[in-house]
């Protein structure tokens, strides 16, 4: 028996069954001259392999669609010109000809700044390997002919490989490359199977047919267990696959309190694929959209028409409110191409709406971009790590001025579009009264703001057990930032980890918060919180220490 602990869960979930390796045939290609009399002929052979494949790929698309970008490149014209080269000019027989140009188009991709089409570098490779085993006439292996109940553990898995995937059989995924926005990871996610990628070596430690169990959601994978660890499993399994099936019930049900009032039940996102998956969870809207995740995956600070592309896709993705918050980069976050000056104290030092606003023309590239969705969505913006009124000010100066050049360009954005901010710092907290005026909503920032309150840095593994969102002083701040916002009459939100704790969601309705916005796995369990809150659960003495 050997125990293994994996960081990158892909899909949640628990399995017990045995191993299916999933390993290609040797696809590399011989290194082979050929005459000019041989060419056209390679041509040929590379037409007709082609042809093969891409007819059955459309019969895999038929039932998925998902191989459809995979046929388009097929029969790109890049494609072509890269063999024929090869073949005529550089006199390589058809194998080494694909195979070289294959990786070539794949590295295009690959170099692309747009995470969408990086990802197109694995449909790329997934038709390069079905191109040279149809040209060396071997067969893959198919996982949609396996049988009985399975764990397939591969270094990868391509689209084509997936698309045939039978939840009733691959009860779980184990791939060695892969990471947690890969294909793999995304369809396992929507098949609901459990999987965990990026598990270095574990082919090589795990005999073909070895019964393994796995723990997605905990990182966890044991192999060849004895009985009682087997038992201990599978009793897990089922009871979790009974609290699934319950939460999954309430998910059609909306957010409203046994008393009766509604809650906006909203999603942390990261990129338009999390909205994606946020959306299929039903939740009421986007309460956090962190556009930070955009610029670091990028080789440069995003241009307004790159940014537009993303903001445009979510807010058309979106059918209920999409809040987007501004840059929020320094602190632990930092960027590739820009150098930030050593810091003795980063988390007090030049981060998020300070950049912005210091950074002028990068802040209205941004704005300009969220301004030009609005016109398509429910679109909010919102400023981070906001300490004064003249720094509010200042920020919403900006989104009048890129207003008031949209208008002169005829560029069509929401005029209404509401402007808040983030309450995650003492002096938010402080001056919530007058921000309350100023801002459209107010969203509380529970990780930053307990880390400010308490003087507990987030990220200090050893100082963990004091940050406490439950601390009387976190409590006291939160009630009063809901205070401060119910009275001038606007909406206050939560989209700090503290929203997303089961343990906390009573006691948050109970402050009276209108909105809660978490990761798209919390979902489900924050609902059925609420749906069950009966109101009036905490009294005096409660944690704020205060007297109601
Ligand atoms: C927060 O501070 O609670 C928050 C939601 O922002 P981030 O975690 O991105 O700093
Ligand atoms: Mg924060």
């Known amino acids: ?99 070289e140009t294959i990786r070539e188009i794949g590295n295009i991709f690959a170099g692309m700044d747009d995470p969408y089409m990086k990802e197109r570098e694995a449909d790329v490779l997934d038709i390069g390997k079905r191109l040279m085993a149809e040209l060396k006439g071997v067969s893959l292996p198919d996982l949609g002919a396996l049988e009985g109940e399975v764990i397939v553990a591969a270094a990868d898995l391509y689209p084509s490989d997936t698309v045939k995937l039978n939840p009733k059989v691959i009860k779980g995924i184990i791939t060695e490359r892969g990471g947690l926005t890969s294909h793999v990871s995304i369809l396992a996610k929507s098949m609901d199977i459990p999987a965990l990628v990026g598990v270095t070596d574990i082919l090589s430690r795990l005999e073909d047919g070895v019964t393994v169990c796995m723990d997605a959601g905990k990182g966890v994978i044991v192999i060849d267990p004895d009985e009682e660890v087997l038992a201990g499993f599978q009793a897990q399994r089922e009871a979790y696959l009974l609290e699934r099936q319950r939460l999954e019930q309430l998910r059609c049900r909306p957010a409203v309190t046994r008393e009766g009032k509604r809650i906006a039940l909203c999603a942390n996102v990261g990129s338009v694929e999390d909205i994606e998956q946020a959306l299929e969870m039903n939740v009421d809207g986007i309460g956090l959209f962190r556009t930070e995740y955009l610029y670091m995956g990028s080789s440069h600070f995003p241009t307004e028409e790159e940014q537009f592309a993303v903001y445009a896709k979510a807010a058309r993705l979106c059918p209920k409110e999409l809040t987007i918050r501004t840059l929020d980069i320094g602190g632990d976050k930092k960027l590739d191409y820009f150098s930030f000056d050593r810091e003795e104290n980063p988390f007090l030092g030049w981060r998020a709406i300070r950049i912005s606003l210091d950074m002028k023309e990068m802040f209205k590239e941004q704005l300009r971009a969220i301004l030009r969705a609005s016109a398509l969505g429910h679109v909010r913006v919102m400023f981070p790590l906001i300490i004064s009124l003249e720094e509010l000010r200042e920020a919403r100066r900006m989104v009048e001025l890129c207003q008031r050049e949209l208008e002169q360009e005829g560029v069509a954005f929401d005029r209404n579009m509401p402007v808040g901010m983030m309450m995650e710092t003492p002096a938010s907290v402080l001056l919530a009264e007058e921000f309350a005026r100023e801002a459209d909503f107010f969203s509380i920032g529970t990780n930053d703001l307990t880390q400010y309150l308490l003087a507990v840095d987030r990220g200090n593994k050893r100082i963990a057990d004091r940050f406490d969102y439950f601390h009387p002083a976190v409590l006291r701040a939160i009630r009063h930032i809901i205070h401060a916002g119910h009275q001038a009459g606007i909406t206050v939100g939560m989209c700090g980890e503290m929203a997303g704790d089961p343990r906390a969601v009573p006691l948050l309705l109970e402050l009276g918060l209108d909105e809660f916005s978490m990761s798209a796995g919390s979902i489900d369990y924050a609902r059925e919180q609420i749906l069950n809150y009966k109101g009036r659960e905490w009294k005096e003495g409660d944690g704020t220490g205060e007297k109601k």
């Open 1 to 99: 028996m050997e125990q293994i602990y994996v960081e990158k869960t892909a899909s949640r979930g628990i399995a017990a069954a045995k191993v299916y390796k999933y390993q290609d045939p040797d696809l590399r290609p011989a290194l082979t001259a050929i005459t000019e009399e041989q060419e056209a002929g390679e041509i040929e052979r590379f037409r007709s392999a082609r042809a093969k494949m891409i007819g059955k790929m459309q019969e895999m698309a038929d039932d998925s669609g998902i191989l459809a970008a995979h046929i388009e490149v097929a029969k790109d014209g890049m494609l072509e010109r890269g063999v024929e080269k090869r073949v005529r000019e550089e006199k390589k027989n058809a194998e080494l000809a694909v195979w």
